[in-house]
């Protein structure tokens, strides 16, 4: 009875290690494609069209899905930035880092 339970016992040890190694594997696959987006003050960045589905119907599914450059002006906390138009309009709100890219 009690070989049974140092069995047990050993193929549950076997077993977590086993899975922290898969941890790993897939921890490193995952770190591979993803991509830190920062910007500093002064970058220029596209925005994405605010709120999401409300993009023009003019085009169609060819209406723009980024809004002209814009300038970063402060950096919120590392992932908010506010932002100013290139004619030195403030926007109201911090935009959050997912929805800007590098223009």
């Known amino acids: 009875m009690m ?22 594997r897939v921890v490193r696959a995952y770190n591979k494609r993803v ?5 500093q003050v002064g970058d220029l960045v596209w925005k994405t069209i605010l709120p999401l589905g409300m993009k023009s119907n003019k085009f169609g599914k060819w209406s723009p899905s980024w809004e002209s450059p814009y300038r970063i002006v402060k950096v919120i906390f590392g992932n908010s ?16 880092v997912r929805y800007l890219k590098k223009y």
């Open 81 to 96: 930035y506010m932002m100013e138009t290139l004619q030195g309009d403030c926007l109201p709100r911090a935009i959050n």
């Open 35 to 39: 991509k830190d987006k920062s910007f």
């Open 3 to 24: 070989d049974n339970i140092d069995e047990v016992s050993d193929k549950r040890i076997k077993v977590l290690k086993e899975i922290e190694k898969d941890k790993v």
